[in-house]
């Protein structure tokens, strides 16, 4: 009796975190069909690394004034509902600036959002840009955001 009650525990054992696994998921159509979302949840985007470009300013003011209205395009394609991740990185060897994560259908689009940014169109920041495949609910954290944010940059 021992013997078929341990071979039994041995069989089923091993297969409960695979039906754990296997829970129903709670789908929403209609969430994500408003996201844009494809099968896996997941639909394509245009990251962007920024990196320092060419130009050198001299000029402190024409900088800062670049710079300003670098933050408020990042502001206007947020509202947009085109860029949905921006943000500067830390110091490194590779002299990355910063990121986004565009949603827009091709780099081509994406270049033409770049070429609103005055940092970028005066050269003091360049732009790598690569597809890239994520959530399609990402966007969907900057309503969030607001809610937490205290300062506007």
């Given at each position: 009796?021992?013997?078929?009650?341990?071979?039994?525990?041995?069989?089923?054992?091993?297969?409960?975190?695979?039906?754990?696994?296997?829970?129903?998921?709670?789908?929403?159509?209609?969430?994500?069909?408003?996201?844009?979302a494809d099968a896996y949840g997941m639909k394509?985007?245009?990251?962007?690394?920024?990196?320092?470009?060419?130009?050198?300013?001299?000029?402190?003011k024409i900088t800062?004034?670049?710079?300003?209205?670098?933050?408020?395009?990042?502001?206007?394609?947020?509202?947009?509902?085109?860029?949905v991740v921006a943000g500067p990185m830390g110091k490194n060897d590779k002299q990355y600036r910063g990121i986004f994560i565009l949603a827009v259908k091709d780099k081509t689009e994406a270049e033409g959002l770049l070429d609103t940014d005055p940092a970028v169109t005066a050269g003091l920041l360049a732009a790598e840009l690569y597809d890239w495949y994520g959530s399609a609910a990402l966007p969907a954290y900057l309503g969030v955001h607001e809610q937490i944010e205290q300062k506007k940059p």
């Open positions: 009796m021992f013997r078929i009650f341990f071979i039994t525990l041995c069989l089923v054992i091993p297969a409960l975190p695979a039906a754990a696994q296997h829970a129903p998921a709670v789908y929403n159509k209609k969430l994500a069909d408003s996201l844009g394509g985007y245009v990251l962007v690394i920024l990196k320092t470009g060419p130009a050198v300013m001299k000029d402190k800062d004034s670049l710079f300003a209205g670098h933050l408020a395009n990042i502001g206007r394609l947020a509202h947009e509902g085109k860029l």
